[in-house]
């Protein structure tokens, strides 16, 4: 039994007897605890993340005011509404590993006098630096979202993201932000959130996590001011590299402290703790399942390895819990999302296709966000467009929305809602000496008081007959939508209708207040209970 923070998982009890292999159904029973609410679940975990690689910016973004396709200032009319559809909350940008050799300064000014450089983390690939702080703000205020921006630790300097942040929000007066007035914009920005360095245990700076832990303390002496700062994330599940991090730079040192600041030394300097960790099938960098064409066997390692998630914030909140017991500092999940085998014939680096399998892993990486939002405040897909599980493909004018995509549509109505404990009791699906939960939901209740219950059936062959109750609430009526195809590899095509777009759950019934569905196999579905 896996017991996680606002989440309990039940799996093979007896009276849920897993069914003989031929089987086409199992029963699956929630219940929902709306007597016992828990943390808000902060929009932020719906986050995005944009790179300079491939064609996450150019063509995926901008495009330039000139281009035949439709634009407003170079960024995409298209992909912008898409966003704005489903309230993209954040964005981080510039990196990842491209952060790590940004020099901002190179990108600002008449676009036409800004330096070409090469993009030594990703293939050597040119940077035409058309797209800098300027434009990416634009794009940020036009989706309607909030900018997460990461510097540079392992090429650059405190004083040059001190720099930044200054050009970036001085008042208008100031030289800093005269010289922003100059290049166009006369409003200072708001900066809500600064990541300082992006893992620094690799191309980040190849530093240990104690080296790590005083450049930190330095950088978040000169930026503090600006907004929350985020440290950089362990190696998916280095705990020691947390646990080294939280002890050496979560606080000052009080030492020789006046005492009318010494309550300064209390506050944390960490606002957020980020860990990157992504999905593939099993655990081996090297060999990673292609994204369409996959077997049975890839399948249910992909599931197995995305569950966990669940692991790993329970083991970093564990340890959080010890040197926070207050629940000041929250995880930045800022790197999340499938990882496929290279396709030789991918027209972009990092370009992959986008499946029902990484609709599946997606609801499933959500709701174990959810589940843990006493201490997950942000998280950011990678990527956003273009690459590895994106939201949307874009094919010169042509524009695709993901299987992906749809699984963030459909959670909206979590959202800002109030995380209510979730209880599943279901058989275990097992297959290739893989054993993993069969179901994973989470629940919440929003401002209107509705309960949203998304249901996870990672199952690629039974259905589920799904049983909720709620304690604490008695529904009257429910509707829903469903992700699902019959084929595990099922996938959009530009100009074609899309076979995975949400459908309505036609299987709801709702009587003295349990409501039951089924749930397709290899399914994500979203239920609204009023």
């Known amino acids: 039994m896996k017991i996680a923070r606002g989440f309990v998982a039940v799996c093979g009890l007896a009276w849920f007897a897993s069914p003989p292999s031929h089987a086409e159904s199992f029963d699956a029973r ?51 509404a898409a966003l704005r559809r489903i309230r993209i909350p954040l964005i981080r940008w510039p990196g990842g590993c491209f952060a790590e050799t940004y020099h901002w300064r190179d990108a600002i000014g008449p676009r036409a006098q800004r330096p070409r450089g090469v993009n030594t983390a990703w293939g050597d690939e040119v940077e035409t630096n058309e797209f800098g702080t300027h434009e990416f703000m634009d794009f940020v205020e036009q989706v309607g979202a909030q ?50 360095g992006n ?7 190849n530093m240990t996590a104690e080296f790590y832990s005083d450049i930190y303390r330095q950088y978040v002496s000169v930026l503090k001011p600006y907004g929350r700062v985020i440290a950089s994330d362990a190696n998916s599940d280095d705990y020691a590299w947390t646990e ?12 020789d402290m006046p005492t009318t600041l010494a309550y300064i030394s209390k506050q944390p300097q960490i606002d957020m703790v980020s860990v990157h960790f992504y999905t593939f099938s099993g655990n081996d960098w090297g060999k990673k399942s292609p994204a369409i064409g996959f077997t049975d066997a890839d399948w249910v390692r992909s599931m197995e390895r995305t569950w966990k998630t669940d692991e790993m914030i329970a083991r970093h909140s564990a340890i959080l819990d010890r040197h926070d017991p207050e629940g000041k500092v929250g995880i930045s999940f800022s790197e999340w999302g499938a990882w496929w085998a290279t396709d030789k014939n991918r027209p972009s680096n990092l370009y992959q296709a986008n499946t029902l399998r990484d ?39 042509k524009i695709l929305l993901t299987p992906t995509y749809h699984v963030f549509d459909l959670y909206q109505g979590h959202q800002g809602a109030t995380l209510l404990p979730a209880r599943v009791e279901s058989p275990d699906y097992s297959s290739q000496a893989v054993k993993i939960p069969s179901i994973s939901a989470s629940a919440s209740r929003g401002a209107n008081d509705a309960v949203t219950l998304s249901v ?14 709620v304690q604490g609430y008695t529904p009257r009526a429910a509707q829903g939508r469903v992700i699902t195809a019959t084929s595990m590899d099922a996938k959009p095509e530009f100009g074609q209708p899309d076979p995975l777009v949400p459908v309505k759950l036609s299987t709801i019934t709702v009587r003295r207040g349990s409501v039951t569905f089924l749930a397709p196999a290899k399914s994500v579905a979203v239920l609204v209970l009023q």
């Open 147 to 196: 900018p997460f921006i990461s510097v540079n630790v392992a090429s650059g300097s405190p004083a040059e993201a001190q720099a930044w942040m200054q050009y970036l929000t001085a008042p208008a007066g100031s030289g800093a932000g005269q010289e922003r007035a100059h290049n166009g914009r006369t409003e200072p920005w708001k900066i809500p959130f600064i990541g300082i």
């Open 199 to 205: 893992e620094t245990w690799g191309c980040g700076g």
């Open 359 to 397: 609709a599946v892993i997606a609801g499933l990486t959500l709701n174990i966000f959810q589940n843990h939002a006493g201490r997950v405040r942000m998280a950011n897909l990678a990527q956003m467009v273009n690459v590895l599980q994106a939201l949307i493909l874009t094919n010169n004018e």
């Open 456 to 469: 996870v059936n990672m199952d690629p062959s039974r259905e589920s007959k799904v049983q909720v109750d």
């Open 244 to 255: 080294t991090l939280l002890s050496r730079a979560l606080r000052r040192h009080p030492a």
């Open 30 to 80: 929630i219940t929902i605890q709306a007597d016992r609410p828990g943390a808000v679940i902060d929009p932020n975990i719906y986050g995005q993340f944009v790179e300079h690689l491939g064609r996450g910016v150019y063509e995926g973004i901008w495009v330039g005011p000139d281009s035949p396709i439709p634009n407003t200032r170079g960024i995409r009319n298209d992909v912008v």
